[in-house]
């Protein structure tokens, strides 16, 4: 095999890696978007109808919180339908049932997805 066409190989596989390596990163991360209308304090999910709530994913923030129309990285939590509880600012507490989770994949909550609202007022 000439050098030539063993260097056009070589080009070939390491631009095929790199083109596919930030769609591997991206791929990784779960994300929740949201949608709400208002900033979230703390974001707990736990295996749907079991009422064993998860860590607080807000930590996972730098402001340890996600505003309205932000993402929020999502992390240890594997594909599956899950239960959200979640704590806005202004102390209301929601729940969202049985949201399917992808890992790797965004998925949001919108206002009309919150359920056993608890006023603080």
């Known amino acids: 095999m000439s ?11 390491i631009g095929f890696l790199a083109l596919s390596m930030p769609c591997a990163l991206a791929a990784g991360q779960t994300k929740f978007w949201n949608t709400t209308g208002d900033k979230i304090i703390k ?3 736990a295996p749907a109808g ?8 807000c930590k996972n923030d730098k402001d340890n919180s996600v505003d309205d129309d932000e993402r929020l990285q999502i992390k ?3 594909t599956g339908s899950y239960d959200a509880r979640m704590t806005f600012e ?3 507490v929601c729940t969202a049932k049985a949201i399917q989770i992808v890992q790797g994949k965004i998925f949001s909550l919108e206002r009309g997805d ?6 603080p007022h």
């Open 76 to 78: 240890d939590v594997a």
């Open 43 to 45: 974001f707990e999910l």
């Open 114 to 119: 919150l359920k056993d609202c608890t006023n």
């Open 50 to 57: 079991s009422g064993n709530w998860g860590p607080d994913q």
């Open 3 to 13: 050098q030539g066409l063993m260097r056009a190989r070589w080009a070939v596989l």
């Open 90 to 92: 202004d102390g209301r």
